[in-house]
């Protein structure tokens, strides 16, 4: 296992708010693409509330997932694909909160290889193998998502210089 300290050096953390507007773009982004989408895949555990505010927005009722498991709160591991999806996704959308190295969505583009895969974030290893997202963050940025984290006192990046 790769400790999240070895590969991340920033931390962009991201709110609820944040992460409704950035959700609510790319469903703007989607609607242009296509109108009459089947349905939605969802990655979980991330993409359940990406999924959840573009289905909304979008209009679609019907929600599938893909269960894989890589992440501890802070290590990457080994994957493991806890529910399979048996579609080949066309004229669905798959949708997650990021793609990071594209480890895990090398094995779902694999396994729903026509749907029209979505995130918010993605960096550079892993932007290749989605279709649409909406804001690129650097490889070595640790994304911190409103649900893996709470509200408290920061010290301010200047003094955090001095530590390196």
Known sequence: MTD????YIKTYPIS???????AKALAWRLLDQQENWKGIIAITRGGLVPAAIIARELDIHLIDTVCVSSYTWK???????IKAVENSGEGWLL???????????GI??????????ATIYAKPAGRPIVDTFITEVSQDT????PWDSE????RPIVGLKSER
Do not use: C, N, Y
């Open 95 to 105: 949708i997650d909160d990021l793609v990071d190295t594209g480890k895990t969505a």
């Open 4 to 7: 999240k300290s070895d590969r």
């Open 108 to 117: 779902v583009r694999k396994m729903i290889p026509k749907a029209h895969f």
């Open 151 to 154: 509200s408290r006192f920061v």
């Open 142 to 145: 640790w994304i911190l998502f």
């Open 16 to 22: 609820w708010e944040q992460l409704h507007r950035d």
């Open 75 to 81: 290590d990457q591991g080994q994957l493991s694909v």
